[in-house]
């Protein structure tokens, strides 16, 4: 092989293949039997890989089967970086730590791998089959190593430029997603996803401070099943809770043995990332970012990337709530605008109505004509408590709430509040989320909204009661549900004492 047909070799984007055609074209062109091209890690500085040729591996090592890349003649161009030429290898001092295998050396050269004042590894020959090494293989060898430099630098550039491109994009994505009208659970579940994809990490979970001054883990996504880690608390109190509380990230080594992390899913985590997603000075709650144990630790590039995520998300979070509420605002006000005009316009013509036709149906003495005006006066009555019952639901919330039987009559409970001045208690017996199927759910809210119109229609109502028993049982012993709605307002028939409202179904 010539030299110019190496010198193209750092254009090459497949930084690996690059350097084991680097270190393979060297020992050709020099006419050595062994090889070697270290790449150090650029932050803890071992090797984070090495490229071998003629050593019956005939390639990579990688992470785990590595010298440390500190000792020996090859670790000094590293301590030292100068070119390093011996006839006799072995019988030098400082000749050590060669890989597991190697062939005996004798006569080596090396040369640093060096980009600017950054030594980025070492290129290394040994045993040349004619001869010893000379000054001219020197610089030739210092020619490829300083393609091994370019092709290194140029891999790092182009993947962190990747890596860059792929954290803004994300971010950007969960931006829109989350302004699109997620509810908040589904927000902070795409929050904790997308980071950990973009991380490459084990597990991303999103906590949220609880009222004791701890925090729970309220979202996960795993690449199996999360259902052990929601719900894993931080107790007050604790060392990285203090900081995260803080507002500062917390990054952390290994999970399973750092003594700041105490929760019991600690065991199956390496390297992690805890970043505080505040904005405005708030802390809204807390993105962890773990790989598995004895995962690859994060770069500096990985923690200052995943921090600016953290700060977007965090944004995007707050904007996404303030959104949500402006939404539910509008529809609140939509609805009571209609509830207004309903109570206020159509209630009060159908009632004037009602009222006139009943003076009508007293001047009248034919039996035929006053049997039609007084199902009339029925129709317009019973049209009266349809419509003041649509009143009562419009002032309910919006149907993303929770769904179940008892969030649904408290939540319609809640919105009775709004016309009849004060908010009727409820009380429940027996498992109803459990109990009550779907379909009488949906006639024991009815019963209750006819229940509660009725009361602010008959008026003088203070107090409403709702009981709902879910373990009710009927005169021949059936189980069934139980709805009973008492007022102290006044009766159908205009007297005091109140009224008693019952409805009844089988479970």
């Not at 400082?94 to 080596?108: C, D, E, I, M």
């Not at 009380?427 to 006819?450: K, M, N, Q, S």
């Amino acid at each position: 092989m010539r030299l110019e047909d190496v010198l193209g070799i750092g254009d090459d984007l497949e930084l690996r293949s690059t350097l084991q055609r680097i270190v393979d074209s060297a020992a050709e062109l020099v006419g050595a039997r062994y090889g070697g091209l270290g790449v150090v890690e650029p932050e803890r500085g071992g090797l984070a890989e090495l490229f071998t040729t003629g050593t019956g591996e005939g390639g990579r090592r990688t992470a785990g089967r590595l010298p440390d890349g500190r000792t020996g003649l090859p670790g000094l161009l590293l301590t030292d970086p100068r070119p390093l030429r011996l006839d006799d290898a072995a019988a030098d001092p400082r000749s050590a730590g060669a890989p597991p295998g190697h062939p005996p050396v004798r006569s080596f050269l090396g040369v640093p791998v060096q980009l600017d004042e950054e030594v980025l590894g070492h290129l290394y020959l040994t045993e040349k089959r004619a001869g010893l090494f000379t000054e001219q293989d020197q610089n030739l060898l210092r020619v490829l190593a300083s393609q091994a430099a370019v092709a290194i630098g140029n891999a790092r550039l182009y993947g962190t430029a990747r890596q860059r491109e792929r954290w803004i994009t994300g971010a950007a994505a969960v931006t829109n997603a989350l302004l699109t009208g997620v509810n908040a659970m589904d927000a902070l579940t795409t929050v904790a996803e997308s980071a950990r994809v973009l991380a490459d990490a084990f597990a991303g979970v999103v906590l949220q401070p609880t009222d004791e001054g701890g925090m729970e883990i309220v979202a996960a996504s795993t690449s199996d099943d999360p259902g052990d880690i929601v719900g894993t608390t931080i107790a007050p109190g604790s060392p990285v809770l203090v900081q995260l509380l803080g507002g500062e990230p917390v990054f952390i080594e290994d999970s399973s043995t750092d003594p700041r992390m105490t929760t019991h899913v600690r065991s199956r985590f390496g390297p992690s990332m805890m970043l505080p997603l505040q904005s405005g000075g708030k802390l809204i709650g807390t993105l962890a970012l773990p790989r598995r144990r004895g995962g690859r630790p994060y770069r500096a590039v990985d923690r200052l990337l995943a921090t600016q995520f953290a700060s977007q998300a965090a944004l995007a979070l707050v904007l996404a709530d303030s959104q949500h509420d402006r939404e539910r605002l509008a529809v609140y006000e939509d609805r009571d605008r209609i509830a207004r005009d309903l109570h206020d316009l159509v209630v009060q013509r159908l009632f004037a109505t009602e009222m006139m036709l009943e003076s009508t149906r007293r001047r009248v003495a034919e039996p035929a004509l006053d049997g039609l005006l007084g199902r009339a006066v029925d129709e317009l009555d019973s049209t009266i408590q349809e419509v003041r019952t649509t009143i009562f639901a419009l002032q309910q919330p919006p149907s993303d709430g929770p769904t179940g039987v008892r969030a649904t009559v408290l939540r319609e409970t809640g919105g009775a509040a709004v016309l009849l001045g004060f908010r009727p208690s409820v009380r429940f017996i027996g498992a109803v989320d459990t109990l009550v199927t779907p379909r009488v759910a949906r006639e024991l809210l009815a019963a209750l909204r006819d229940a509660l119109a009725a009361a602010h229609r008959r008026g003088g109502a203070t107090a409403i009661e709702v009981e709902i028993d879910a373990a009710a049982r009927s005169a021949d012993g059936a189980g069934g549900v139980r709805l009973v709605v008492t007022d102290d307002g006044a009766r159908e028939d205009g007297g005091p004492g109140g009224t008693t409202l019952t409805w009844e179904s089988p479970r």
